[in-house]
């Protein structure tokens, strides 16, 4: 049996980060997660995209992948509201990111809050291990570097 797991070495990486700036009170917390964690595996390489909102985040990480990115981070933070606009931002979005994992074959992870209430954004946000931008960037590291490990 061969087994294959993703490590969190990213000295040889490029990983790309699309942040939408809508709710930059949380977003711009979850950046300094991605940050700090691809800090800790050693990513020299990382470029930083901002834009407005999470329905631009698809385009950037495919745009990014172009520009020879290994992997992406896409970072939102989409708060239900009293109209249904929530519900289509985020259908879109999380489509939109897993259809540019599935075509291009380039790890996309996904630290896009989709939340009920504001305040469930602020605690997945906070500094530490548990701010989803941290997670999101360990495993967009670990995930490269587990496919190169197939080919």
């Known amino acids: 049996m061969r087994e294959i797991e993703g490590h969190y070495d990213g000295r040889s990486l490029r990983i790309g980060i699309a942040m939408a700036t809508f709710n930059a009170v949380i977003t711009e917390d979850l950046l300094a997660g991605a940050l700090a964690a691809l800090e800790e595996c050693s990513v020299a390489d990382v470029t930083v995209v901002r834009l407005p909102g999470a329905l631009e985040l698809p385009l ?13 981070v896409a970072i939102g933070a989409v708060v239900e509201g009293e109209t249904d606009h929530y519900v289509h931002v985020a259908r879109e979005t999380m489509g939109g990111l897993q259809r540019v994992t599935l075509e291009t074959g380039v790890p996309v992870a996904n630290a896009v809050l989709t939340v009920r209430e504001f305040s469930h954004a602020r605690d997945r946000s906070l500094p530490g291990k548990a701010n989803k931008g941290y997670e999101a960037a360990r495993a967009a590291v670990a995930t490269v570097n587990a496919f190169r490990r197939l080919s």
Not at 60 to 72: C, F, H, S, T
């Open 60 to 72: 950037a990480a495919r745009k990014l992948i172009a520009a020879g990115m290994d992997g992406v």
